[in-house]
């Protein structure tokens, strides 16, 4: 896990309280910068999602992977916005 690359990113202070499944309450952080958004459980498992109006979708392990350890890009992604998209069009589907 790469603390710093966590900590780079700006949180925005309003943390929402969300369950995926009953019982296991988690934890959202929206990075306030670059717009990503991640959940983190209880015992401290992180991984990044996609927040919809309707629901909150886990990103793919290799997209969760790639953002836990990157620093914070500063600003919305042009990638980030394709991933959403394909997971948009795959729900469309
Ligand atoms: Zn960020």
Redesign the pocket.
Same mark, same amino acid.
């Given at each position: 896990m790469n603390r710093d690359a966590w900590n780079?990113?700006?949180w925005s202070s309003q943390k929402r309280q969300v369950e995926i499944e009953p019982d296991k309450p988690l934890r959202q952080h929206h990075?306030s910068? #670059? %717009?990503?958004d991640f959940v983190e459980s209880l015992s401290g498992e992180r991984w990044a999602v996609f927040v919809s109006v309707f629901s909150f979708r886990r990103l793919p392990d290799n997209v969760s992977a790639r953002w836990l350890v990157e620093m #914070?890009? %500063?600003a919305p992604m042009a990638f980030d916005v394709e991933v959403r998209n394909k997971l948009m069009d795959h729900h469309a589907k």
């Open positions: 780079s990113h700006q990075c910068n #670059c %717009g990503r #914070c890009p %500063g």
